[in-house]
Nanobody, 120 residues
Framework: QVQLVESGGGLVQAGGSLRLSCAAS????????MGWYRQAPGKQREWVAS???????NYADSVKGRFTISRDNAKNTVYLQMNSLKPEDTAVYYC??????????????WGQGTRVTVTS
């Protein structure tokens, strides 16, 4: 079981920046993908970005060029740098961990979410 704790959300004006952090603890497998999702009011949760261990990053088209995902494996932490924020980025942002153990079993964990509000 992996526990995820997000931080860094808040209130920011359009055009501003925020940096989200997600610290993972517990049994973290070598092969894993960490990512960020978000859920805006009245909408379904959507994928934002992901970063597999030892592989390249991936972004949703809506955030490409504005958001950057990175990870510090030594700290078991993933970050989401969000620049040029828009009101439509307002949402609760969730960290996700997807790991595969040596037997091929998959494990999935979610953080509690951190709220990002972008004002116009």
């Amino acid at each position: 079981q992996v526990q995820l704790v997000e931080s860094g959300g808040g209130l920011v004006q359009a055009g501003g920046s925020l940096r989200l952090s997600c610290a993972a603890s517990g049994t973290i497998f070598k092969f894993n993908t960490m990512g960020w999702y978000r859920q805006a009011p009245g909408k379904q949760r959507e994928w934002v970005a992901s970063i597999p261990s030892g592989a390249s990053t991936n972004y949703a088209d809506s955030v490409k060029g504005r958001f950057t995902i990175s990870r510090d494996n030594a700290k078991n932490t993933v970050y989401l740098q969000m620049n040029s924020l828009k009101p439509e980025d307002t949402a609760v942002y969730y960290c996700n961990y997807h790991g595969v153990d040596p037997r091929g079993r998959e494990f999935n964990s979610w953080g509690q979410g951190t709220r990002v509000t972008v004002t116009s």
